[in-house]
């Protein structure tokens, strides 16, 4: 633990009140920090042979990157980038899934104080465009698999500032071989001076509505993630840690980046195409992996999987984020693995704002606490904190756009950043209450709250009751327009494996509500789909089954 210690020293100022829980957590850096220099090199000068990457491909290809080589791999290609005239401040798009390339650009740009913009290779041409106009990308890196460069070659016929195309996994004429240049650049670097508040980092985020806005982070983001790894993922020295995420999302930034490593775990990559839960859980089985992360959603899938099939000794701790997680998904996990999911609460724009942090118990379904990092509130419209028990919106109370662990602006979008922190606070936009014992539980997004017959409705909590029926492999509660009642609870359900539709069914899903809820609560209407429609990240875009649902009213009438 002396790597820990040191580092902590030099960072880290905690508080700990008389019954052992964190009251305080502050990162106290240097004008000029930079993650690449200050974690990635420093560690490689003091603990060169530390393995920092466990990267394993789909067909079982493998390589461990020691803090050594990821300091002299970066360093050759933040050479090579700079000469081939990348500069501070300049926006460098990365599409590169979860290969190990990722960690190497993105500490090369660090080092640089170019701005790294992650993407997934599930973009088209027309997302292409949006994101190069809005970010003024001068230079990507992109993998030449899934037509990823075909798409952006043709994105390329509309934008006409791109300076350079660097390519990995392939050749293809007008683009740079990444990995091939980098060789001919020395291992070594002197520092370029950035600064602390200076622009690092850039996330489009996958809003359920209007086009995704760039969020903008400074360096001081990647050292505000580790209270995320060390108290919410519980990463200490020596673990091997798994969050699954492509590298385009923010997630991958919480969990397989920054503040695991600068708490002295491993990365454990796992470099694959599509989510196959067995594979999953064999490489958690095969590489005794300790820590791990990933959405309920693949939890769902891992235990439809059968759990029982693998050995997950290993694992010592596990998390879950990425959409509210229901109790039954909770108490599967528990029952197979012995392992409590410790959920946790926060957005593109944050760090974990909410969550069970090691040491807390947690109640299933619960986002748990605030972090100490921030002074969070539920809040009713007039900005005033609601009471225990009721619905309010979770705010971040902090100076406007300085706070060091949220994000710096929504780029290029003053309005919308100004709307975002409208009162004085940070509006997050999602919806909770809070219970006697301090602790937070979903409820849905402002704008996804039923309002029926007088009630207001949070879709989570009968979205949580629905997955618990067998029957059911997803579902979305969205209100639907009613003549008498002004609005109805609907359910949008997917079916699991050798269940059919039926009105029989319909109604044995509404009643399986009724007992398990406020009557008011139960679904007046049943939609059973192929599928639901969701977000590039995955996430439910209930606002578009609001608006189908219009649309097929409005053909009614015309008709």
Known sequence: MSFMSDFYKKFVKEEYNSSGELTKFEVDLADNYNFGYDVIDEIAANEPERAALYWVGEN??????????????????????????????????????????????????????????????????????????????????????????????????????????????????GWTGFMSELEKYPDTMERIPTKVDEPMLAYFSSGTTGYPKMVLHTHSYSAAHIYTAKHWQHINDGALHLTVSESGWGKCGWGKMFGQLTCGATEFIYDFDRFVPENVLKMLQDYHVTSFCAPPTMYRFFIKAGLDNYDLSSLKYSCVAGEALSPDVFNKWKQATGLSLMEGFGQTETTVVLCNCYGMTPKPGSMGKPSPQYDV?????????????????????????????????????????????????YHTGDTAYRDEDGYYWYVGRTDDVIKASGYRIGPFEIESILMEHPSVLECAITAAADPIRGNVVKATIVLQDGYEPSEELKKELQNYVKKSTAPYKYPRIVEFVDELPKTFSGKIRRVEIRENDKKKNKQKKDK
Request: net charge neutral.
């Open 60 to 173: 079982g290809e493998e390589r461990i990157f020691t803090y050594r080589e990821l300091s002299k791999l970066s360093n050759k290609a933040a050479n090579m980038l700079r000469d081939h005239g990348v500069e501070k401040g300049d926006m460098v798009m990365a599409v590169l899934k979860r290969h190990y390339e990722f960690w190497i650009a993105a500490y090369a740009l660090s080092k640089l104080g170019a701005v790294l913009i992650p993407a997934t290779c599930q973009l088209m041409k027309k997302d292409y465009v949006y994101r190069f106009d809005l970010a003024r990308v001068k230079y990507i890196i992109a993998t030449i698999e899934d037509d990823v460069t075909e798409h952006i070659d043709s994105a390329l016929e509309e934008y006409k500032w791109m300076n350079e195309k660097f390519i990995v996994h392939g050749e293809k004429q």
């Open 377 to 425: 509130d539920l809040v009713d419209k007039s900005l005033k904190t609601v009471s225990v028990g009721e619905t309010g919106e979770i705010v971040i109370r902090a100076e406007y756009c300085k706070h060091p662990a949220l994000f710096k602006e929504y780029y290029r979008g003053a309005e919308q950043t100004f709307r975002a922190w409208k009162g004085g606070v």
